[in-house]
């Protein structure tokens, strides 16, 4: 089952405007990660925040978590044609050995 | 950082032939293993949990004995899709946590592999 759904479904923006991607979950997470994938291809890895985090930063990418709201977003700046991607969040309800239960996604498109 | 690799990257098989899938993690050792089918333009949905000596745990709807897994060392998990039908076309992912014995100490972040394409024709 899925746990999230990403809001929006897919954005088109001009290169060097920011994109903010929404995720909102459903039950009580260790923690919540944001992924890239490329069309066809693998995962990448971009940010963790654990549930009593409220702001992470990593390069272009700002993500905050709301766990009040139950939701989290990904922001990134000054976006470039290389971003062109999937999006996904995924959470992690309990600490441990436990799958990661990915949102829908949010097909982002860097116009340059 | 760690990696995990599969192999193959990418299968064309007849229908009603049988595929396996390898998930190696290749600096850590990984006592759980996930797999996850994601189909064109979709999210990736869990199909499985593999856990090394032991049977693995199938999500609600996959079939355990189409979809074999196998879990045999700390290093490699397999999928094998029996009896494969053009609708079991996916792009299928593995993911891995270091269970801490050896490699990476950051329990929190599962490694992805790089995925495998399943074509049945």
């Known amino acids: 089952s899925q746990q999230g759904e990403e809001d929006p479904q897919a954005l088109s923006i001009q290169e060097g405007e920011n994109a903010t991607m929404n995720c909102s979950y459903k039950?009580?997470?260790?923690?919540l990660q944001w992924y890239r994938q490329n069309s066809g291809r693998g995962l990448v890895h971009l940010i963790l925040i654990r549930s009593n985090e409220r702001e992470k930063h990593s390069g272009r990418l700002r993500v905050t978590l709301d766990t009040s709201k139950k939701s989290s977003s990904l922001l990134i700046t000054a976006s470039r044609a290389a971003d062109t991607a999937s999006y996904f969040c995924a959470t992690e309800t309990v600490s441990g050995n436990t799958p990661l239960v990915f949102g829908k996604g949010t097909r982002l498109s860097v116009i340059a | 950082g760690a990696v995990v690799s599969q192999h193959p990257s990418w299968v064309i098989c007849k229908s009603g032939t049988s595929v396996k899938i390898e998930c190696r993690s290749l600096?850590?050792?990984?006592?759980?293993m996930f797999w996850y089918r994601q189909f064109p333009k979709q999210s990736l949905m869990l199909m499985a949990t593999s856990n090394e000596g032991s049977k693995a745990t199938y999500e609600q709807g996959v079939e355990k004995d189409k979809f074999l897994i196998n879990h045999a060392s700390l290093t490699l998990s397999t999928l094998t899709v029996t009896s494969a039908h053009p609708e079991d076309s996916s792009f299928y992912i593995c993911?891995?946590?270091?269970?801490?014995?050896?490699?990476?100490?950051?329990?929190?972040?599962?490694?992805f592999g790089p995925g495998t394409r399943l074509t049945v024709l």
């Open positions: 039950t009580s997470i260790n923690n």
């Open positions: 600096d850590f050792q990984a006592t759980t």
């Open positions: 993911s891995a946590r270091p269970s801490g014995l050896a490699g990476p100490t950051s329990t929190d972040t599962q490694y």
